[in-house]
Nanobody, 120 residues
Framework: QVQLVESGGGLVQPGESLRLSCAASGSISSINGMGWYRQTPGKERELVAF???????NYANSVKGRFTISRDNAKNTLFLQMNSLRPEDTAVYYC??????????????WGQGTQVTVSS
């Protein structure tokens, strides 16, 4: 049983920054990866940033150079630093973790989402 809780969303003007946090609790082991996704009304949930390890990350083309994913392993917390925000970044942002067992089965966990609104 794993619980993910996002925080840090809010309303900002274009060009400003936000830092999202995702606190994980429960039985966490054998992690395939962790990441951030976002979703707007009428669209599918899309990958924003994903972290397999501290040295292996990937980003959506639309956020490369502006967003940075990072971890604080000691506190079981995932972060998303979002700089130079644009109105098109407006969405509900979700924290995600994928676990695996000894049979290599996948277990997906999602946070409840946090709203990010970029508007002038």
């Amino acid at each position: 049983q794993v619980q993910l809780v996002e925080s840090g969303g809010g309303l900002v003007q274009p060009g400003e920054s936000l830092r999202l946090s995702c606190a994980a609790s429960g039985s966490i082991s054998s992690i395939n990866g962790m990441g951030w996704y976002r979703q707007t009304p009428g669209k599918e949930r899309e990958l924003v940033a994903f972290s397999i390890s501290a040295s292996s990350t990937n980003y959506a083309n639309s956020v490369k150079g502006r967003f940075t994913i990072s971890r604080d392993n000691a506190k079981n917390t995932l972060f998303l630093q979002m700089n130079s925000l644009r109105p098109e970044d407006t969405a509900v942002y979700y924290c995600y973790v994928q676990l695996r067992d000894f049979l290599n089965k996948h277990y997906d966990y999602w946070g409840q989402g946090t709203q990010v609104t970029v508007s002038s």
